[in-house]
């Protein structure tokens, strides 16, 4: 089944202790990206990367890091977790690295509580 | 300036009944592509429906239609007659033909009334 794999469902942490959140598609695309959902904000976008080695900041980078190693992962890092960074994180996938055609492919989302 | 702007945080719809829900863009980007996304309360993201810049028809997907207004940059959804299960968060979202980015509006929360 064609999917976007994000793990966990469900983070709670302190505040300092690092974190990994993992992501993996099993479509071949070109394009993944990251969002965190905070009510009345909508969806914003943390980071992308269009291929491998090539990620780019999207509108709330601060406080993560992403790695493209692999066509098919695109793990998010919080080095050092803040309160702030309490929300529900998306990452979604696309076939094409740019072009308006291809929609976004989500994952089930991670809901991290940082303490 | 907001590149999706929402201004509907809340609708009700009878069932049955026809609803539209209301999205607005901006970019000078001539090529680009817009979306609608349901969010039920169990908090996956659907994808519903795409409309190109330069589709000369209004897409349509089974009850779901986009009434695209170029000149007015706005792209609003139209679902026909109602269904409880049609109660969730509806995003649109635009993706520039040249850009790297989607940019979401923050949404309209649809409450269907039986």
């Known amino acids: 089944e064609a999917q976007v794999t994000q793990n966990p469902r469900y983070l709670i942490t302190v505040t300092g202790k690092k974190l990994t959140v993992t992501c993996s598609q099993n479509?071949?695309?070109?394009?993944m990206s990251w969002y965190r959902q905070d009510p009345g904000l909508g969806l914003r976008q943390i980071y992308y990367?269009?291929?491998?080695?090539?990620?780019d900041k999207g509108d709330v980078p601060e406080g993560y890091k992403v790695s493209r190693k692999e066509k098919r992962n695109f793990p998010l890092i919080l080095e050092s977790p803040s309160p702030n960074q309490t929300s529900l994180y998306f990452c979604?996938?696309?076939?094409?690295?740019?072009?308006?055609?291809?929609?976004?492919?989500f994952g089930n989302g991670t809901r991290l509580t940082v303490t | 300036a907001q590149k999706i702007t929402q201004t509907q945080p809340g609708m009700f719809v009878q069932e049955k009944e026809a609803v539209t829900l209301d999205c607005t863009y901006d970019?000078?980007?001539?090529?680009?592509?817009l979306f609608w996304y349901k969010q039920p309360s169990s908090g996956e993201m659907i994808f519903l429906i795409y409309?190109?810049?330069?589709?000369?028809q209004n897409a349509t997907e089974g009850r779901y239609s986009l009434n695209f207004q170029k000149a007015r940059k706005s792209a609003n959804l139209v679902i026909s007659a109602s269904q409880l299960g049609d109660s969730a968060m509806y995003f649109c979202?635009?993706?520039?033909?040249?850009?790297?980015?989607?940019?979401f509006g923050t949404g309209t929360s649809l409450t269907v009334i039986p």
């Open positions: 979604a996938s696309s076939l094409h690295r740019t072009g308006g055609g291809s929609p976004l492919h």
């Open positions: 479509m071949n695309h070109e394009y």
């Open positions: 990367s269009m291929n491998v080695e090539v990620t």
């Open positions: 970019t000078s980007d001539p090529s680009y592509g």
């Open positions: 409309q190109g810049s330069y589709d000369q």
């Open positions: 979202a635009m993706r520039e033909g040249a850009g790297n980015q989607f940019y």
